[in-house]
């Protein structure tokens, strides 16, 4: 599947990347009918993993229009999450992500990073 790894790559690079995945090969076939397209339905995009809009032709379901949805990248909390050993800031998204954890840095008895006391 050509187009497959073609989109993967292109996610990260474009907006929206829409193919006929259903019509590869067949050209001459799409040229018979307008495309009555059924509702789009939606793969919603994680903070690391595309999503995908997907419709399929209600006169030959083997038509298929698929637009990918790009990976939304973590939204790091700008507060710090302090632990008894040290601080990092969670996605604010719930994927559980952490980015900059480290031990606290006690200088005067409060972290000079978080400033936990
Ligand atoms: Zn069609
Ligand atoms: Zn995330
Ligand atoms: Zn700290």
Known sequence: ???????????GVMLA???LAGC??????HAKHEHDWGEWRET????TAAGKR????????SHVETQ????LGHEWSKEWTREENG??????????????EAPH?????ACSVCFVR
């Open 1 to 11: 599947m050509k187009y497959k790894a073609f989109a993967a790559f292109a996610a």
């Open 17 to 19: 990347a829409t193919s």
């Open 24 to 29: 590869a090969g067949v050209e001459a076939e």
């Open 44 to 47: 919603p995009p994680t903070c």
């Open 54 to 61: 997907e419709r399929v032709c209600k006169t030959d379901p």
């Open 68 to 71: 990918e949805i790009p990976a």
């Open 87 to 100: 601080h990092y800031h969670v996605c604010d998204r719930g994927c559980g992500e952490r980015v900059m």
């Open 105 to 109: 840095t006690f200088v005067r008895g």
